[in-house]
């Protein structure tokens, strides 16, 4: 079965620079959801759209973009990095984004800031 | 704040026996409970869920325990296999905040042979 499929799967980046993750739904989900997990930390919800739209927010930097595209495709944006972006980021898609609907995981994108 | 709590940051299991991972909320709007295995180097993979009008659901070798007045619940696994060495992640949410999850620290369970 088709997974939610995110890339890169790692990415090095120096401080101030920007990143750009891609994220891509199970076929027929609508609903893509952001974490950031640091190390030895649970995941940290960022933010979701369902339907292109953003549909909740958690503890997203103001350096940080999201959005979801026609194709429910997502894309997380981020600017100016700091050390303490480097972290594993993992999407994650549902469907119809009802609160019982499971949210399936990608493998995660290892983001390390030098 | 750490809103889901999972205690114990570690659990060791004879194959065979059963593991029981422990799991506490403090956010009363918590009214949806999922549990996720996760390997190193892949996402978490869902396990099992329970509705707050619950208090037990089971699926296979997983069962998972809800009791809302102590806001606690329990994942048990029986048998334990040695496959099921994992990290384990408990994670809730709220229907005020559409899918938003908020997990536990996570517990590693190891299995041994």
């Known amino acids: 079965a088709a997974g939610v499929i995110q890339s890169p799967r790692h990415l090095i980046k120096e401080k101030r620079e920007t990143a750009t993750l891609k994220c891509y739904p199970i076929?027929?989900?609508?609903?893509v959801y952001w974490y950031q997990q640091g190390p030895g930390q649970d995941p940290q919800f960022l933010i979701s759209?369902?339907?292109?739209?953003?549909?909740d927010k958690g503890s997203i930097p103001d350096r940080f973009s999201a959005q979801q595209f026609s194709d429910y495709h997502s894309e997380l944006n981020m600017s100016s990095l700091e050390l303490g972006d480097s972290a594993l980021y993992f999407c994650?898609?549902?469907?119809?984004?009802?609160?019982?609907?499971?949210?399936?995981f990608g493998p995660g994108t290892r983001l390390t800031v030098l | 704040d750490q809103q889901v709590k999972q205690n114990s940051p570690s659990l060791s299991v004879q194959e065979g026996r059963i593991s029981i991972l422990n799991c506490d909320y403090t956010?009363?709007?918590?009214?949806?409970f999922l549990w996720y295995k996760k390997y190193p180097a892949e996402g978490p993979t869902f396990l099992i869920s329970?509705?707050?009008?619950?208090d037990k659901n089971e699926d296979g070798r997983f069962t998972v325990f809800l009791n809302k007045s102590a806001k606690h619940l329990s994942l048990h696994i029986v048998p334990s296999q040695p496959g099921d060495s994992a990290v384990y992640f408990c994670?809730?949410?709220?229907?005020?905040?559409?899918?938003?999850?908020?997990f536990g620290q996570g517990t590693i369970l190891t299995v041994h042979p």
């Open positions: 329970i509705s707050s009008i619950k």
């Open positions: 076929p027929r989900h609508d609903t």
């Open positions: 994670a809730a949410s709220s229907g005020t905040s559409y899918g938003k999850l908020t």
């Open positions: 956010n009363s709007m918590f009214d949806y």
């Open positions: 759209f369902y339907e292109k739209m953003q549909s």
């Open positions: 994650a898609s549902s469907l119809k984004g009802q609160i019982t609907d499971t949210q399936y």
